[in-house]
């Protein structure tokens, strides 16, 4: 094999694997956190003797372990979100939205979400999802925000995601450095790494009063957009 082939299919295997990491982390990690909370939350109910609204919530676990089963099962063979199966991306994120403020009652939660899926390629779909999702794993994690807006539009001239929430914020210059740096978190790092896989970028607007705005973009008029076909 001549050296610039194998140099070529040296980055491609490398590339396939971080974005196998990224599945796991960004799909398969929020799906367990999800269970651990409802899971927290039927123990609350339970130990206060609220059996039928324990046994509601054990069945919506069971539900999301299947799900959590049948998203591994699909990054193992396709390496495409389950919940995008039929192509409703639109829907998906609807669900994703709803299951977020579901899990997380003390956040005020509103979205406008509008995604022509047909025309948008299925690499930038799977990446604005995995973004979202993540961003919204970050909000509950470290906010401590009381409102949380998610803004999605996707159609063949861009697809955007946006989430903004009023929380403590952070010094993005510094978080981004050390998520990078380190191999403690790997979030933001994943995020970055993603948008610029498919051809997007992400901008990070962050302060201690005005709480932070992440906005992902992909203007699929250009080039890179138009490159980033089936994932
Ligand atoms: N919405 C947010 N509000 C406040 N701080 C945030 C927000 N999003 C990210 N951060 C800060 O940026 C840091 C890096 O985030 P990142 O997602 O890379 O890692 P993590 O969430 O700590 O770990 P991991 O994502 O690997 O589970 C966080 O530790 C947190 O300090
Ligand atoms: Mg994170």
Redesign the pocket.
């Known amino acids: 094999m001549d050296a610039p082939l194998s140099a070529h299919i040296e980055a491609a295997v490398a590339r396939e694997r971080r974005r196998i990491a990224h599945d796991l ?1 960004d799909g398969i ?1 929020q799906m367990l956190a999800t269970i651990r909370l409802r899971a927290d939350h039927a123990g609350i109910l339970l130990a206060d003797g609220h059996a039928d609204a324990g046994a509601q919530l054990l069945d919506l676990i069971k539900t999301t372990v299947s799900g959590t089963v049948a998203e591994l099962r699909r990054i193992c063979w396709c390496f495409c979100p389950a919940e995008m199966t039929g192509g409703d991306v639109a829907g998906a994120i609807v669900r994703l939205v709803d299951t977020f403020g579901d899990c997380h009652p003390t956040f005020h939660v509103t979205s406008r979400i509008k995604v022509n899926s047909r025309q948008i390629p299925d690499a930038v779909v799977v990446a604005a999802y995995r973004i979202l999702q ?2 919204l ?3 509950s ?5 009381n409102r949380v807006r998610v803004e999605v539009f996707g159609s063949r001239h861009s697809m955007s995601v946006r ?1 903004k ?1 009023d ?4 010094d ?1 210059a510094r ?2 450095r ?2 990078m740096a380190t191999n ?8 970055y790494e993603r948008a610029a896989l498919t051809g997007g970028n992400i901008s ?1 607007y ?1 302060g201690p009063t005005d ?2 705005i ?1 906005s992902a973009k992909w203007p699929l008029a250009t080039a890179a957009g138009r490159g980033a076909t089936k994932s």
């Open positions: 982390h990690g993540e961003a794993h970050n909000v994690k470290h906010s401590g925000a989430v929430d929380g403590r914020g952070f993005t978080g981004i050390a998520a403690s978190s790997y979030g933001l790092a994943g995020m990070i962050s709480g932070t992440l």
